[in-house]
């Protein structure tokens, strides 16, 4: 296994589409794995292959308390959805910044695991706000992107302040 690097926002890496798998083969095993040890460390609930710089649609996710139960999605869509909510959300990509996001309450998923088996989940509360954050990584698509105009710039202005100074 390996620990790989998460790209930070703006980094324009974080904005391409990923590509739908194709291959089910080892090396989409090794990703995932890697992928978890990643999101186990960092520590989060979630992560998507670009945001290590993997245009691919994959994504993991583990929402329990022990951090035991870890969550597959290859190719993952939305098939339905239902009702709204807020929630506080952050991202590993856009560290320490934290802002209330309004998402659908309740989702039909459906995705395929490291063999190419399809499968569908419904989902609430967290887990529901944790894949719908996951799938727009998989569009290049960000949560400050769901701010206000007003957040957005602020949070972007302290992104590329911090980015100044780390030169
Ligand atoms: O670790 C994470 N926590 C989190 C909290 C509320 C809403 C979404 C998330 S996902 C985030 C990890 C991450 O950035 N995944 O892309
Ligand atoms: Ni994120």
Redesign the pocket.
């Known amino acids: 296994m390996a620990l790989l690097e ?1 790209l930070h926002y703006p980094d324009p890496r974080l904005r391409k589409k990923a590509r739908p798998v194709t291959h089910f083969d080892d090396a989409l095993r090794k990703l995932v794995a890697d992928m978890l040890e990643t ?1 186990y460390r ?7 292959a670009p ?1 290590i710089n993997i245009a691919q649609r994959v ?1 993991v ?1 583990d929402i329990s308390r022990e951090n035991n139960t870890p969550q597959i999605f290859i190719n993952p869509e939305i098939v339905e959805s239902r009702g709204k909510d807020t ?8 560290p320490d910044t ?1 802002d209330t ?1 309004e998402r659908a309450a309740w989702i039909r998923v459906k995705a395929m695991n490291t063999n190419g088996e399809s499968f569908e989940l419904e989902c609430e509360g ?1 887990l529901a ?2 894949v719908q ?2 799938l ?2 998989l569009d290049g698509k960000l ?1 400050v992107d769901r701010l206000s105009t007003l957040k957005r710039s602020r949070i972007r202005r302290k992104f590329e302040k911090a980015q100044r100074l780390a030169l």
Do not use: N, T
Not at 87 to 94: F, H, Q, Y
């Open positions: 998460i999101m960092a520590p989060g609930i979630g992560l998507a945001q994504v996710i929630m506080e959300e952050g991202c590993l990509s856009v934290y996001v967290l706000v944790c954050h996951e727009d990584h949560f």
